[in-house]
């Protein structure tokens, strides 16, 4: 999330990185060709902006560096916390399973090669969890 508020943040800096004032400057430059010379705007360059910007930018800063720690999750651990060393535990934190988990490698001659797995799940009443190829 910090990442992509830096990116908008950081595109108003420019006209480049703002699609709405890409915008206005095409209907000011569109709406000049349809008044008198005394009243025409002038456009737009790619660093009009960057004044405002610069300030948004910066606000946008402190305001993350201050309001940052209420707003951002914690990194708090608790008993959910998913670390595990094998995919065996990791499941059974991940979806606080009671049953046994286990790992099932199937060779190429088994008569289970080739099934649905909703099949496999019916026939061998088991829960498949993820499968791979290796």
Same mark, same amino acid.
């Given at each position: 999330?910090?990442? &992509?508020?830096?990116?908008? !943040? &950081?595109? *108003?800096?420019?006209?480049? &990185? +703002?699609?709405? #004032?890409?915008?206005?400057?095409?209907?000011? !430059?569109?709406?000049?060709?349809?008044?008198?010379?005394? $009243?025409?705007?002038?456009?737009? +360059? !790619?660093?009009?902006?960057?004044?405002?910007?610069?300030?948004?930018?910066?606000?946008?800063?402190?305001?993350?560096?201050?309001?940052?720690?209420?707003? #951002?999750?914690?990194?708090?651990?608790?008993?959910?916390?998913?670390?595990?060393?094998?995919?065996?535990?990791?499941? $059974?934190?991940?979806?606080?399973?009671?049953?046994?988990? *286990?790992?099932?490698?199937?060779?190429?001659?088994?008569?289970?090669?080739?099934?649905?797995?909703?099949? !496999?799940?019916?026939?061998?009443?088991?829960?498949?969890?993820?499968?791979?190829? &290796?």
């Amino acid at each position: 999330m910090p990442m &992509g508020f830096c990116a908008i !943040l &950081g595109g *108003t800096i420019t006209m480049v &990185g +703002s699609s709405p #004032l890409i915008l206005l400057n095409d209907l000011i !430059l569109t709406s000049n060709k349809a008044l008198p010379e005394a $009243q025409q705007m002038e456009s737009w +360059s !790619l660093f009009s902006v960057t004044p405002i910007g610069l300030v948004m930018v910066t606000v946008g800063i402190i305001y993350f560096v201050v309001a940052g720690r209420f707003v #951002l999750p914690t990194n708090k651990k608790d008993k959910t916390d998913t670390k595990a060393t094998n995919a065996k535990d990791y499941f $059974q934190k991940l979806y606080g399973l009671e049953h046994t988990i *286990t790992e099932l490698e199937i060779t190429k001659d088994s008569p289970m090669l080739g099934k649905n797995v909703l099949d !496999l799940e019916k026939e061998y009443k088991v829960r498949i969890l993820a499968m791979c190829e &290796g």
